[in-house]
Structures are given as C-alpha cells and as structure tokens.
C-alpha cells in the first residue's frame, strides 16, 4: 500500500515538473507546478511529517503559487513566449543533467543503504515541532520574523509606482 | 514500510529537473519556478534524512526553508514586475545592462 502510494505521488511530482519544462505557457507551467508541489505535501506525509505536510500544500502549493499566477496575469505578455533555445543547447544540456545525475547519485550511494525505512515511532508531532521551534530554535525563528518584515517592506516598495510632483 | 532511500533518490531526481528547467527556459518567470522546485528537492532531502535519523530537526529546517522561499518569492516577484515595466520583457537576454 505505503510503495503504491509513493510510487502514485512520485509519478505525479515528476511528471508536474517535466509539464513545467516542456509547456510553453506560463500559466499552464505554474498550474503544473501546483500539481507537483501538491504531491510532493502527500510525500512528506509519507515520511511522518504531517506539519510540514500542511504547510507545504497551504503555503506553497496555495500562496505563493499565487503569487505567481498574479504575476503571469499582470505581466500578460502580447507577443507570446519566446520559443526555446537552439537545438544543439537542448541536446547538450540533456547530456549534461544526466551526468549531473550519475554524479550525484554517486555521491550520495555509500549512504543510501544506511537510511532504513520508513514507519516505526513518529517524529513530526506538531507539538514537539512547536516547542523546538520556541526553544531549541528561537534565534533563527526571531531571524526569519525579520526577513519578512523586511522582505514585505522591499516588495511594497519595490513595486509601488512613483507619484507624479 | 518505504525504504527512506527512495526518497532521497527522488529528492535528487527533483534537484537535477529544476537545473534542468533553470537552464532551458528563457522567461524569468519560469526560471523563478525552476528555483522553487529545486528548494523543495531540497526540503524533501532533509525531510527524509529527518526520517532516517529519526530526529525532528530537520523538519523544523524545512519550515525555516518554506518561510525563507515565500519572502525571496515575494521580493523576487516584485524585482522581475520592476523589470517588466522598465523593458517590457521578461525574457532573460534582455537583461544585459551589465554587460557593457
């Protein structure tokens, strides 16, 4: 049952991201992403972590994909998107993805057999997360108060339009 | 019972589409959405490593990356809306004052 459902929303995440590779629409590229972002909540279902589960699926999945999709709507370009880079540059970054892959997949390879499986007691309590957030991690979680505070102001005033004097 | 190990092998694949995505697109936009799907190849790697150690600090890590990549995807937005008013472009050619 566990293998089915990994396999279900592996299938699905892969295939979102490949949708937003090979779509040339923006806003088809976003819903894609949606798609996978989603998906990829149920995963972290799967490996004992309901909060984040809900995080993911709440605040990527739901408000910043989004934002995104407010962006493609307001950028509304006329002529089109522009069509792909050349032929032999796709080729050759295939080639070179692959390679990234095998390299990567070396790397990590020693490690692969240690990681166990998954099941057994749980960890991702929304409780334990709460208090370790508030203890254990209290400068980093005063930090990101704010970089957000400060990413929020930057965005505003990024993007208001100056007023004619 | 899921071996933790397809997960990261996932996590991987994840990581090398979003290279991938970033390198073959030509509008910002999308080159934006490549980068989140690499920061979250990144947050299903942690993820399952917290599985592995059983230990839940590097789930509280991943809640730090998701809040860290909705300010940069807020500021990011705003600089590419600022760049599009300026050029009327967003494809990634056309940003070249730099370049002399």
Redesign the interface.
């Known amino acids: 049952m566990g293998i089915f459902l990994f396999s279900l929303l592996a299938i699905l995440c892969v295939g979102g991201v490949l949708g937003l590779i090979l779509s040339r629409n923006q806003a088809h590229s976003a819903l894609f992403l949606v798609l996978a972002f989603a998906s990829l909540g149920g995963l972290f279902g799967l490996l004992d972590a309901p909060f984040i589960a809900a995080v993911q699926i709440i605040i990527y999945a739901g408000a910043i994909m989004v934002l995104f999709i407010f962006v493609i709507m307001m950028i509304n370009l006329e002529q089109g998107i522009a069509p792909e880079r050349k032929r032999w540059t796709l080729g050759l970054s295939a080639v070179l993805a692959v390679f990234l892959l095998i390299e990567l997949g070396l790397a990590v390879h020693g490690t692969l057999g240690a990681l166990g499986r998954t099941g057994g007691e749980s960890i991702g309590d929304p409780k334990e997360l709460g208090r370790l957030l508030f203890t254990d991690y209290l400068y980093p979680f005063e930090i990101t108060s704010v970089l957000i505070i400060a990413a929020l102001v930057g965005a505003i005033v990024l993007v208001k339009k100056k007023e004619k004097e | 019972?899921?071996?933790?190990?397809?997960?990261?092998?996932?996590s991987?694949?994840?990581?090398?589409?979003?290279?991938?995505?970033f390198?073959?697109?030509?509008?910002l936009?999308?080159m934006?959405?490549?980068i989140?799907?690499m920061l979250?190849a990144a947050?299903?790697a942690f993820?399952?490593?917290?599985?592995?150690a059983?230990?839940?600090?590097g789930?509280?890590i991943?809640?730090?990356i998701?809040?860290?990549?909705?300010?940069?995807?807020?500021?990011g937005?705003?600089?590419?809306?600022?760049v599009?008013r300026q050029k009327k472009s967003?494809?990634a050619e056309d940003m070249r004052l730099l370049k002399g």
């Open positions: 019972m899921i071996p933790v190990s397809y997960f990261f092998g996932l991987i694949v994840l990581f090398v589409l979003g290279i991938i995505a390198f073959i697109k030509r509008d936009i999308t934006f959405m490549a989140e799907v979250n947050n299903l993820i399952a490593l917290a599985k592995a059983g230990s839940p600090a789930q509280v991943v809640f730090f998701i809040t860290v990549a909705a300010a940069e995807a807020a500021v937005l705003a600089i590419i809306l600022l599009f967003i494809k």
